[in-house]
């Protein structure tokens, strides 16, 4: 049993760990609803047609989701480079993309949108997202200065 008085005698460093750890399991959530819309969004026709090229959505996605950190597709899973390696804040954030981006591609087809409107929405969400993380982390760590 993992009762609060356990999770208070263990050190800052092990709860940190069992914070990476789940942060790393929501994600495989968060990375199977992703999943599971990019597969409706393979057969989702709008008003112009369907997909020229549906076997590529997935690809597709993914380049946007991880191409705003500086990761590619390859990167992420290669055994030395694999999201188990990647920092707790890079973690979440990519959980939060790819939860969202799921929600954003189901909403989207919902609401009738075109295509390219909902893959400019998951890109613009993984830039946004990104550039704020990569802002703080420029400003805070790298600068020394508080995050204003």
Do not use: C
């Amino acid at each position: 049993m993992n009762t609060l008085v356990e999770q208070e005698k263990k050190s800052p460093l092990e709860r940190r760990n069992n914070y990476w750890i789940a942060v790393r399991e929501a994600g495989k959530e968060a990375r199977l609803s992703l999943t599971d819309a990019i597969s409706l969004f393979n057969q989702y026709e709008d008003e112009t047609g369907g997909s020229t090229a549906p076997e590529r959505a997935f690809s597709n996605f993914t380049r946007s989701i991880y191409a705003p950190f500086g990761l590619n597709k390859r990167e992420v899973e290669d055994k030395h480079n694999s999201r188990d390696a990647l920092d707790v804040i890079v973690l979440d954030a990519l959980r939060l993309i790819e939860g969202s981006a799921a929600e954003l591609i189901m909403r989207g087809m919902e609401q009738e949108r075109p295509r390219k409107e909902i893959k400019l929405a998951v890109k613009q969400l993984a830039k946004e997202i990104a550039g704020t993380i990569s802002r703080v982390e420029q400003d805070f760590f790298i600068g020394g200065g508080a995050v204003q």
